[in-house]
């Protein structure tokens, strides 16, 4: 099998480039259908959504937007939560039909906290559209509309996703290997 290497860890072929073209296509067509008299803004969320975001916004057949975005979050100094912002948000959000842009939706903590913080601008309505679901993992609420795939709790890279900094840039995804998990 091609199994690639990245750092120490062993990673296998896992969803093949064909299977993520099409899938990114299918999704297109969804969003194309569903904003058909919308100018919707993909708010694209980097690093790891930006090979997804390319691909998705060149097969949409409607008028759209693209501008993107880093979420950030700090331990706000007097409040007790977390502040989280997006770095690069310099567009008027009234309005306007968003569909954030995600790699993966693990947790779900990255969007459960950063919704409310776009909600503050009045868009006219926030979807999400996310490459990568895992199920399993997600405990915070959250409502995903465009979904890839949903996949098992386990460490992938590949199609702009990472493990510290490398194996982004493959077609395909890759998941860790069965013995490299059993470590530590
Ligand atoms: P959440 O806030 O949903 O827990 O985490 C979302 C972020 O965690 C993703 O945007 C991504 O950066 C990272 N992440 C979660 N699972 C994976 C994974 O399997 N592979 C990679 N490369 N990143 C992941």
């Known amino acids: 099998m091609d199994q690639i290497r990245v750092h120490d860890k062993i990673f296998v072929p896992f969803i093949a480039a064909d299977q993520i073209k099409r899938r990114v296509e299918e999704l297109a067509?969804?969003?194309?259908?569903?904003?058909?008299?919308?100018?919707?803004?993909?708010?694209a969320v980097l690093n790891g959504s930006f090979m997804f975001a390319a691909d998705l916004f060149r097969s949409l057949?409607?008028?759209?937007?693209?501008?993107?975005?880093?979420?950030?979050?700090?331990q706000g100094m007097r409040s007790?939560?977390?502040?989280?912002?997006?770095?690069?948000?310099?567009?008027?959000?009234?309005?306007?039909?968003?569909i954030l842009v995600e790699d993966i939706v693990d947790t779900g903590k990255t969007l459960h906290h950063f919704i409310p913080?776009?909600?503050?601008?009045?868009?006219?309505?926030?979807?999400?559209?996310?490459f990568?679901?895992?199920p399993d993992a997600t405990i915070f609420p959250l409502?995903?509309?465009?979904?890839?795939f949903s996949i098992p709790n386990r460490f992938v890279v590949g199609y702009g996703l990472d493990y510290?900094?490398?194996?982004?840039?493959?077609?395909?995804?890759?998941?860790?290997?069965?013995?490299?998990?059993?470590?530590s």
Do not use: W
């Not at 057949?61 to 700090?74: G, H, L, Q, R, V």
């Not at 007790?80 to 968003?98: P, Y």
């Not at 510290?164 to 470590?183: C, F, I, M, P, S």
């Open 29 to 43: 067509q969804q969003i194309s259908a569903d904003y058909k008299d919308k100018r919707p803004l993909l708010l």
């Open 61 to 74: 057949t409607i008028d759209a937007e693209i501008s993107f975005i880093k979420i950030a979050s700090y």
């Open 80 to 98: 007790s939560g977390k502040v989280v912002t997006a770095i690069g948000m310099e567009q008027d959000l009234g309005g306007r039909d968003i």
């Open 117 to 130: 913080t776009l909600q503050q601008q009045h868009p006219a309505s926030i979807a999400v559209a996310t």
């Open 132 to 134: 990568l679901h895992k």
């Open 143 to 148: 409502t995903l509309t465009y979904v890839g």
């Open 164 to 183: 510290d900094g490398l194996g982004r840039n493959h077609y395909q995804v890759y998941q860790l290997a069965e013995e490299t998990t059993k470590e």
